[in-house]
Each structure stands twice: as structure tokens, then as C-alpha cells.
């Protein structure tokens, strides 16, 4: 290097960092040969903290601000170097600015399913996924655990270290909540405060901190929430029973308007039929041919069974069938004053004012004659 490359150096004494990447975390300010003058101007911006490193030693970190590097502002620096207050030659060391803005819209996930137990459907895997935001909040400490020597630090170099923190946490602390599976969508943010809790005083080890971590989603495997679909459609269908009743009903209905359809035409196919007859005889009379047997009718569908509602003492009980009914007028729990009602009849009747019940009083027998 020639005297001139060396004066030049001597009379560059601004020291600042722009940063356009968004992902840079650290960044080491180039000089040749580390040379810096003393009684430079240091610029830190707002979201930035410089750190002095002095032979592979930290020396002095500095916030947000204007500095002049001089020995009345660099405390630690001037006793590690033993200058005396009117010491003005350049001294070699190194600046790193460190970027202590947050970063924002991390993704972390689960790589394989999560076993816990659950109060309800017992043991079942679970997989999550969500965002997180990290920020440098001890920049001396991240510095000398993490980054080192490393010139231009980013954040895809310690990204994949949190999300193991944070997927390793997440497994420890939902297998002991006792949360269940169907409520944890209700609690993703009491859960996501949970598992950030529990990370922080990881990661301070390192000089960071997490401010905000999300859980955008829970799920099972498709397999187990195929079963819970299953399950959910046969708790909308209601009473099993009733179901199973009115799907009967509504086949029986649609059968009979198919019968009738199939009786139109099955008379139809017979005046086809005899008329082909009838056009078949010879002119003088010959014998006709034997038509075809036609296809026998199909027998028509039972009748619906009504179910039966019962009102006592302000309160309803049923389905019951009419041979339930029977029964239980055998046994005297349903009397002619009870109220009844099935579907298509005009509002509440007694049982002994209903035909199709009355039937079950008069086969009673008579009291006993008196002794």
C-alpha cells in the first residue's frame, strides 16, 4: 500500500450502515486494514446498535445516535488500549452494526405429527403450523454466541435453529395443556402466548427474543377427520330413530308415485298389446296368437305405522309405536284420559276419542265380578 493509500485512509472517518435486504441481521463495517481515526463520527440509526470488537475482543456497543470516537465516550476501549487522554493515532478494530428491528412473517411448522392424548378420542396426532416474529435484543450477547466472525449475518442462518425451539416447545407444552382437539382452535392465542413463554428464556441465551408467535393452524390426520365428519353429519341428522323414520316415510312416497307411473304404463303396454292382438287375426277369422303373459303388478307398499306423542303433566314422552301403546295400556300407565298425538292429526285428542286406540280399551277384559 502506498503513503498516499494510507493518508487516504486516515481521512475517511465516517462510520455508518445502510441496510436495503430486510433480512440482514448483522453487517461488519469494511476498512482496510481495520484502521479506524480516532475521533471519527459514528452514526447508529434508530433499529441499529454498533459493536465495537478490539482483538477479538468486545469492547463497547453503542445505541441509536451521533458519536465521536474519542477516549471520553469509549470507556471500555481506552482501558483495554491504555490510552492516555491525548492519544490521537487510528487504532484497528472492528464494527459490527447489528439490525435490532423485528422480523416479521417467519413460517414454522410441524415436520412430522404431534402424539398427545385427548379426553375424548384418546391418543391422536396432531400437526401446526403458524408465524413468528424474533428481534435482537442483547446485541454484545448475540454477537459473541452466534454470529462470531461471520461478516454479513442473516436471518436463514438462525431461522431453522428457532423453528426447532419453537416446534420443540410447541410439543412439550400442548401435550401437557390438556386442551382438547375439538377446543384448541378456540384457544390458538392462549396457546401461541403459552409456547412464546416458554421459549423466551431459550433463546435470550442467545441475545434474542420473540414478541410474537402465531398458530394459524391445528389439524389430524385425513383419516380421523374423515370419522369426525362422519360423526358430526349423524349429530345434525338428531333422534337416529326419527331419522331412520322419516327416510322410510320419504321412500315409501316416492315409491308409490313410481308405482303409480308404472301402473300408467303397464295399462298402456296392454292396449298396445291387445291391439297388436287384434290386427294379428287372419281376414277370415283365423285364431288369433296367445299374447304374451303380462308381467305380474308389484304389490303395493305397507302402510305407514303412525307414531304416537304422550302429554302429562306438561311435559311430552314419545315415540311410542301402537304396540307400545298396547303394552302400556296392559299395564295401566296409558289410560282413555290420556292425551295423545301423531303427525296429521288436528291437535291433542284422548286416547279413547282416537279410533285406531280405542281398540285397545275394548279388548280389555271386564272388571272381576265381586266375591
Known sequence: MGIWDFLSGQFIDVIHWTDDT????????????????????????????????HEGQLADVFTPGLYMLETNNMPIMTSLQHWDHGFQSPF???VYFVNTNRFTNLKWGTKNPIMLRDPEFGPVRIR????????????????SEIVGTDGEFTMDEISFQIRNIIVQEFSKDIAKSGIPVLDMAANTGDVGQLIAKAIDPVIRQYGLELPELYIE?????????????????????GNLDDHMKWKAAEAMGQGGAMD???????????GMQMANAMGQQGPWGAA????????????????VEHVWHLAENGQTRGPFSRADLGRMA?????????????QGQDGWKKAGQVSELAQLFTVMPPP????
Open 22 to 53: 430486510r433480512d440482514t441481521m448483522v453487517w461488519r463495517f469494511q476498512r482496510e486494514g481495520h484502521e479506524i481515526k480516532y475521533g471519527a463520527k459514528l452514526t447508529v440509526r434508530e433499529g441499529q446498535a454498533a459493536v465495537f470488537v
Open 92 to 94: 484497528k478494530s472492528e
Open 128 to 143: 401446526a403450523f403458524g408465524t413468528y416474529s424474533v428481534k435482537v435484543a442483547d446485541p454484545a450477547l448475540f454477537l
Open 217 to 237: 393452524n391445528i389439524s389430524l390426520p385425513p383419516e380421523v377427520e374423515k370419522a369426525l365428519d362422519a360423526r358430526t353429519s349423524r349429530g345434525l341428522a
Open 260 to 270: 303409480q307411473s308404472m301402473g300408467m304404463g303397464f295399462g298402456a303396454g296392454m
Open 288 to 303: 288369433p296368437q296367445q299374447p304374451q303373459a303380462a308381467a305380474a303388478a308389484p304389490p303395493p307398499p305397507p302402510p
Open 330 to 342: 296392559s299395564s295401566g300407565e296409558l289410560t282413555r284420559e290420556t292425551y295423545v298425538w301423531t
Open 368 to 371: 272381576p265380578p265381586p266375591m
